[in-house]
């Protein structure tokens, strides 16, 4: 019997593995809502130009005036950006989870993202997540977005890691099949328990569950400003 290749790097995706999706259907419509925005036709805009601004060919200012600014508005790009970035929560449990992962196993992180660079730049800072990532494999920084099996090629060179020894943890079940079909075991990611099981039939046990759990939870929620605490809480409580 072959024993199993083990695993030394973890791709993942940011929105809704580590984060919330920041600018999907349902934050727009939140944000149409509040700036009472005619929601067909700033869809349909958005649907014509987001494959190109999430590629880095178009940018910010450029889509907000092409989505929202093409005509006077009431309120400043200043305050739509606000509110558009507010969006932005974090999941405290995967985000400690991960940083358990990488200090027990020595693993890579390299996140595997489809994303706008203003979109994508705010959430690595505001949630820190460079102190656990080591490399970013962004759309809007390497110009090709996912499903395109060349953005997990990329990953695999930028992380210097063959396919056979990294795990990939991401939402959206397309993704994953495009990654197992380049030999990249996967995890289809519908919430945190099933995930650590799954994880741990790989052979990365999530050391300190149970009651440790919250005091790292807690932790990981310390990391961010008291108003983004509450939401995060009631994802995890």
């Not at 987001?50 to 092409?66: A, D, I, V, W």
């Not at 990654?179 to 995930?195: C, F, K, M, P």
């Amino acid at each position: 019997m072959e024993r199993a290749v083990p695993i030394t790097t973890l791709f993942l995706d940011i929105g809704g593995v580590l984060l919330n999706n920041g600018w999907d259907r349902q934050a727009r419509r939140r944000v149409a809502k509040h700036f009472n925005l005619e929601w067909a036709g700033m869809e349909e805009r958005h649907r014509l130009t987001f494959e190109t601004h999430e590629e880095g060919k178009l940018t910010f200012e450029e889509y907000l005036g092409r989505v929202v600014f093409y005509q006077k508005r009431t309120f400043t790009r200043a305050e739509f950006r606000r509110f558009m970035f507010a969006q932005s929560k974090p999941y405290p449990e995967m985000i400690a989870l991960i940083g358990r992962l990488k200090t027990r196993y020595g693993l890579k992180i390299a996140v595997v993202s489809n994303e706008a660079r203003e979109v994508n730049d705010y959430r690595i800072r505001k949630f820190k997540l460079a102190a656990f990532v080591d490399s970013f494999i962004s759309s809007c920084f390497v110009g090709v977005r996912k499903p395109d099996a060349d953005i997990y090629r990329l990953a695999l060179d930028i992380s210097q890691t063959p396919a056979r020894r990294v795990l990939y943890i991401e939402n959206t079940p397309m993704f994953v099949e495009v990654a197992e079909g380049l030999g990249i075991r996967s995890i289809l990611h519908t919430d945190y328990q099933s995930t650590c099981a799954k994880l741990a039939s790989l052979g990365l046990e999530n050391e300190g569950a149970g009651s440790a759990n919250r005091s790292l939870t807690v932790a990981a929620l310390n990391r961010f400003p008291s108003r983004d605490r509450q939401g995060a809480m009631g994802q995890v409580s």
